[in-house]
């Protein structure tokens, strides 16, 4: 079966970028989305289609694709951004990485 | 202002039916550009998609949960259902109700989420 493999966690300073993979076979093919979820809230989308910001996310939230690789980038990174972050793409239905928890410190 | 709201027992006995239903508010299930989906959460633990559902009534499930898992829509009440059978304590967590654009749009609006235990 399909999965998306992420890092169980990333760390960073506030300022710096983060940065977080998600990996998936042919996953060019299909569209990524990233949600951002805080502990004990919903899930909030950041990125779909890839690389699009829906309205009223921060600049600071970017996203890119290479071969099998869809990555999450943070620029400028700040404390309110620590959070659970997640990816997701389509195959026969839609699937969910695993998660990675980014600490700002 | 687009409003899910996820209602049903929050206690579930094990080997009976889990039924939550999803009010929406502020949009219509009849809308032909979206679909509406349920995902859950283990605690502690990552997202999973359950199922999604178009206003026709048409489904498509988790190949993990298909044999056990029920979707329904509502368009005079404006809600959508999830009827989950068999459950067990694996099934217990948060869930989510959510609504999805077309293909690769991502789940723009979710609800709150209702917590679900499952036990003897």
């Known amino acids: 079966s399909s999965e998306l493999t992420q890092p169980p966690s990333v760390s960073v300073s506030p300022g710096q970028t983060a940065r977080i993979p998600c990996s998936g076979d042919k996953l060019g093919n299909k569209f990524t989305s990233w949600y951002q979820q805080k502990a004990g809230r919903s899930p909030v989308l950041v990125i779909y289609q890839d690389t699009k910001r829906p309205s009223g996310i921060a600049e600071r939230f970017s996203a890119s694709i290479s071969g099998n690789t869809a990555t999450l980038t943070i620029s400028g990174t700040q404390p309110v951004d620590e959070a659970d972050y997640y990816c997701q793409a389509w195959d026969s239905g839609t699937m969910f990485g695993g998660g990675t928890r980014l600490t700002v410190l | 202002q687009l409003q899910l709201q996820e209602s049903g027992p929050g206690l579930v006995r094990t080997s009976e039916t889990l039924s939550l239903t999803c009010a929406v508010s502020?949009?219509?299930?009849?809308?032909?550009?979206?679909?509406w989906a349920w995902i859950r959460q283990p605690p502690g633990k990552g997202l999973e998609w359950i199922g999604a559902i178009y206003y026709t009534g048409s489904t498509s499930y988790n190949p993990s949960l298909k044999t056990r898992v029920a979707m329904s829509v509502d368009t005079s009440e404006n809600q959508f259902s999830l009827r989950l059978t068999s459950v067990t304590a694996a099934d217990s967590g948060v869930y989510f109700c959510?609504?999805?654009?077309?293909?690769?749009?991502?789940?723009?609006?979710w609800g709150q989420g209702t917590l679900v235990a499952v036990s003897s």
């Open positions: 959510a609504r999805r654009g077309s293909y690769g749009s991502g789940y723009d609006y």
């Open positions: 502020g949009a219509s299930v009849s809308d032909n550009s979206h679909y």
